[in-house]
């Protein structure tokens, strides 16, 4: 199976650093990975995918993610954080094997946004 | 794309009730998902539906049973449940596709008294 991995659990950083989050995935074959952003009391939003297209890919909210293969990773970046961005966020996988309709979350990172 | 809704948005129920959640979509999603999550942790799959057939089923305890009754909507039916059990539960949808996201609704959170 198909599964992604996610350092730091907390991640803080200032209002308008840069923000980077984290995720590797493991898989034989490319994969179709994820990044969702979760609000307290919320459900999970899509905030952006690849789907091998572009291995530069730009989602919302000023969020941007790289694919790069060779390091087997898909961190989430943006130039400046905003206080609005402070929420947990997940990396996930979607499993192209057979048993299909599986998609695999990572533990989650949450981001602090100190003013 | 449109939402996918959650109904209710907040439940409290004893270990002798019974109770549903309701989930509707109409994006003309065929794949409906059920997830389970605890505060600070990723969502856990329960249940999955694929044209309106359960596909997947992770060893989900049988006092929660899952029913599709058509393309849009999805149920989950509680019954003696226990304190463990309060979460927010989360329902989610899905487009034919590997690479198709999930859309999530709000989820409905539990506490079980």
């Known amino acids: 199976a198909q599964s992604v991995t996610q350092l730091g659990s907390h991640v803080s950083v200032s209002e308008g650093a840069l923000v980077l989050l984290r995720c590797n995935y493991s898989s034989s074959v490319p994969p179709y990975l994820f990044w969702y952003v979760q609000y307290p009391n919320q459900g999970l939003q899509l905030l952006l995918k690849?789907?091998?297209?572009?291995?530069l890919v730009k989602g919302i909210n000023g969020f941007e993610a790289e694919f790069k293969k060779s390091e087997t990773s898909f961190h989430l970046t943006k130039p400046s954080a905003h206080m609005s961005d402070a929420a947990e966020y997940f990396c996930?996988?979607?499993?192209?094997?057979?048993?299909?309709?599986?998609?695999?979350f990572g533990t989650g990172t949450s981001l602090t946004v100190i003013p | 794309d449109t939402e996918v809704t959650q109904t209710p948005k907040h439940l409290v129920m004893g270990m002798t009730n019974k109770k549903s959640l309701k989930c509707e979509q109409h994006?003309?999603?065929?794949?409906m998902y059920w997830y389970k999550q605890k505060a600070k942790k990723p969502p856990e799959l329960m249940f999955v539906y694929s044209y309106e057939k359960l596909s997947i089923n992770e060893s989900v305890p049988s006092r929660f049973s899952p029913e599709c009754p058509n393309s849009s909507l999805l149920n989950l039916h509680l019954h003696a449940l226990q304190p463990e059990d309060s979460a927010l539960y989360l329902c989610a949808s899905r487009r034919d596709g590997y690479n198709s996201p999930l859309h999530f609704g709000n989820g409905t959170r539990l506490t079980v008294t």
């Open positions: 994006m003309g999603h065929r794949a």
């Open positions: 996930a996988v979607s499993d192209d094997s057979n048993t299909g309709n599986q998609f695999y």
């Open positions: 690849y789907t091998s297209a572009a291995t």
